[in-house]
Nanobody
Framework: HVQLVESGGGSVQAGGSLRLSCAGS????????MGWFRQAPGKEREGVATIDSTGNTNYAESVKGRFTITMNNAQNTVWLQMNSLKSEDTAMYYC??????????????WGQGTQVTVS
């Protein structure tokens, strides 16, 4: 039974930082690609960052240089360090996994999300 549980969201002022965590169970991290996505009110869900089993990362242009995705296979945890936050980063953030991802597609399991609000 696959489960993804996000934590670490909250409210922060512009310019601040947050670190999101995603704890997974029911699958092996090192055999999956993990990703962070977000959805703001009235907008479509968009990809934020992904990391594959070899450590290769991919970022949306809007977060490059500010966000960092990392993964610990032994702990089955993936993090998203978010620095220099902007009001436009306000959204519900979701963790997702994919056995095989191509860009932002192929993710088959999703967490419930954690809210990030930047004011």
């Amino acid at each position: 039974h696959v489960q993804l549980v996000e934590s670490g969201g909250g409210s922060v002022q512009a310019g601040g930082s947050l670190r999101l965590s995603c704890a997974g169970s029911g699958f092996t991290y090192r055999r999956n690609c993990m990703g962070w996505f977000r959805q703001a009110p009235g907008k479509e869900r968009e990809g934020v960052a992904t990391i594959d089993s070899t450590g290769n990362t991919n970022y949306a242009e809007s977060v490059k240089g500010r966000f960092t995705i990392t993964m610990n296979n032994a702990q089955n945890t993936v993090w998203l360090q978010m620095n220099s936050l902007k009001s436009e980063d306000t959204a519900m953030y979701y963790c997702a996994k994919a056995i095989s991802a191509a860009g932002w597609t192929g993710f088959d399991y999703w967490g419930q999300g954690t809210q990030v609000t930047v004011s």
